[in-house]
């Protein structure tokens, strides 16, 4: 079968035809935006970090637009029980890192993590490459349209708690927003939805699409969240 995002020679396309008027505010987004609109932390000069992909799939529910998330074990390493888009790094059959490898990883690494079907996600842009220094990782965010919803749930427990979709309309509500204060005194923004606290590099990127696509409504950034030193 031919993915959506994949043609007959098994490239992975990126297209914006027919997907529904509201997403046009992002696909916006995705058209103008410069990296450092998106994050004081940049790609290192040197080439220097792991090249990684995360996947911003949009849907639509019940309840209007959604975007889909996971929330990682407790028991990893690193970023442990935190929410985060599905996506992880480049693998070498994933292809160049400065072509449509990141765009293979985002699909591949959804699909190992969620249950997705790549079938049904057509791929319709990639933000600027921003950097996480905690990790050294390279993230090229992939943003997908979810034509054809699947299932999805935990594939392995060991490395993923639960999967969940959030509908934007909570997102962008003023009483599920906060800022997170980290003991190392960093603050980021943070979203306080689906019994989860959604933080760090997956809460910056939702906060600057809304920003960016018009539908950020005014929210107390006096509201403060403290984050535990394992953070």
């Known amino acids: 079968m031919t993915r959506a995002s994949e043609t007959q020679d098994?490239?992975?396309?990126?297209?914006?035809?027919?997907?529904?008027?509201?997403?046009?505010?992002?696909?916006?987004?995705?058209?103008?935006v410069e990296p450092v609109q998106l994050s004081r932390f940049l790609p290192p000069e040197d080439g220097a970090g792991r090249q990684s992909a995360v996947l911003i799939l949009f849907g639509e529910?019940?309840?209007?637009?959604?975007?889909?998330?996971?929330?990682?074990?407790?028991?990893?390493?690193?970023?442990?029980?935190?929410?985060s888009f599905p996506g992880g790094a480049l693998d070498p059959e994933d292809g160049d890192p400065q072509a449509d490898g990141p765009l293979r990883a985002a699909l591949r690494e959804a699909e190992e993590e969620?249950?997705?079907?790549?079938?049904?996600?057509?791929?319709?842009?990639?933000?600027?490459?921003?950097?996480?220094?905690?990790?050294?990782?390279?993230?090229?965010?992939?943003?997908?349209?979810?034509?054809?919803?699947?299932?999805?749930?935990?594939?392995?427990?060991?490395?993923?708690?639960?999967?969940?979709?959030?509908?934007?309309?909570?997102?962008?509500?003023?009483?599920?927003?906060?800022?997170?204060?980290?003991?190392?005194?960093h603050r980021g923004p943070a979203f306080l939805v689906e019994s989860a606290l959604v933080w760090g590099f997956t809460a910056g990127i939702i906060d600057r699409l809304l920003h960016f696509s018009g539908w950020e409504q005014p929210w107390d950034r006096g509201k403060q969240v403290p984050l535990d030193w394992r953070s």
């Open 114 to 185: 969620t249950g997705l079907d790549p079938g049904g996600v057509q791929l319709f842009g990639v933000l600027p490459k921003l950097y996480i220094p905690v990790s050294g990782f390279v993230v090229s965010p992939v943003l997908g349209w979810w034509r054809e919803p699947s299932p999805v749930d935990v594939v392995d427990p060991n490395e993923t708690a639960r999967v969940f979709t959030v509908p934007v309309a909570d997102l962008t509500n003023p009483d599920n927003r906060a800022t997170t204060v980290h003991p190392s005194g």
């Open 61 to 83: 529910g019940e309840r209007g637009p959604e975007l889909l998330l996971m929330e990682r074990a407790s028991s990893l390493r690193s970023h442990a029980g935190q929410p």
């Open 10 to 32: 098994g490239s992975v396309t990126v297209s914006k035809d027919g997907l529904p008027d509201w997403l046009a505010p992002v696909v916006r987004v995705v058209e103008t």
